[in-house]
């Protein structure tokens, strides 16, 4: 299955280390930053705010929890979301591009 995994980041610095990242190491076949994103969340028991950027990866669902584990290594956010969403349909086309772009590096 693919999916759509959504990462906020705090800057567009880290939103295009991060995709870039992810797209090197073949975990994602296209990323997305969407800048100007404003924000509202409970934190630390109290509503807080803040303007982020927003990076949509196009990827598979079983490459979920290595995505996980980079944007957790790269990202400066004490608890980041990085949430996946399924597509649920697709042009063919597209859909085979992005299952042969999705094949994980190591290095």
């Given at each position: 299955m693919n999916v759509l995994i959504i990462i906020s980041c705090?800057?567009?610095?880290?939103?295009?280390?991060?995709?870039?990242?992810?797209?090197?190491?073949?975990?994602?076949?296209?990323?997305?930053?969407?800048?100007?994103?404003?924000?509202?969340?409970?934190?630390?028991?109290?509503?807080?705010?803040?303007?982020?950027?927003?990076?949509?990866?196009?990827?598979?669902?079983?490459?979920?929890?290595?995505?996980?584990?980079?944007v957790k290594s790269m990202h400066s956010y004490d608890v980041p979301e990085i949430?996946?969403?399924?597509?649920?349909?697709?042009?063919?086309?597209?859909?085979?591009?992005?299952?042969?772009?999705?094949?994980?590096?190591?290095?």
């Open positions: 705090a800057n567009k610095k880290e939103a295009e280390k991060i995709a870039q990242a992810a797209i090197k190491k073949k975990l994602a076949a296209c990323a997305n930053i969407i800048e100007g994103v404003s924000s509202k969340f409970w934190w630390q028991g109290k509503i807080d705010n803040a303007n982020e950027i927003l990076i949509f990866l196009k990827t598979k669902r079983l490459l979920f929890k290595k995505i996980a584990k980079l949430i996946a969403l399924p597509i649920i349909a697709g042009e063919r086309d597209y859909l085979r591009w992005l299952s042969e772009c999705t094949t994980y590096r190591t290095k």
